[in-house]
């Protein structure tokens, strides 16, 4: 077996998985900085790392979701994992970006 063909044919759902994670992520970092207090149902300062987090979840759960659906065993972990690490590291990047909102 070639080495990296386990993922050659999961880009699309890796990206799939990227897009979900950046688009939550970037919709939470800009509600945070516009003054949005109430983060489903916490409505402390720290609040908008419960959602990063349901963020990085939806991402997770969808990942699975996605790599399952192409209905192709080899490789499953590989395209799974680089799926999560790639919103883990999305979400790490938000969870920088609020740090002045969630201090102040």
């Known amino acids: 077996m ?15 998985i990227w ?3 950046v688009i939550g992520a970037v919709t939470v970092v800009a509600l945070a900085y516009t003054g949005t207090t109430g983060w489903f149902g916490d409505s402390t300062r720290l609040g908008v790392y419960g959602a990063l987090g349901v963020v990085f979840a939806t991402s997770v759960v969808a990942s699975l979701a996605v790599q399952l659906a192409t209905r192709r065993p080899s490789g499953f972990v590989t395209r ?12 790490a990047i938000a969870a920088l970006a609020v740090v002045p909102v969630a201090s102040a």
């Open 80 to 91: 799974a994992s680089t799926s999560i690490a790639g919103a883990a590291a999305v979400v």
């Open 2 to 16: 070639q080495a990296g063909s386990e993922t050659r044919g999961g880009w699309p759902g890796i990206l799939i």
């Open 19 to 21: 897009a979900i994670s």
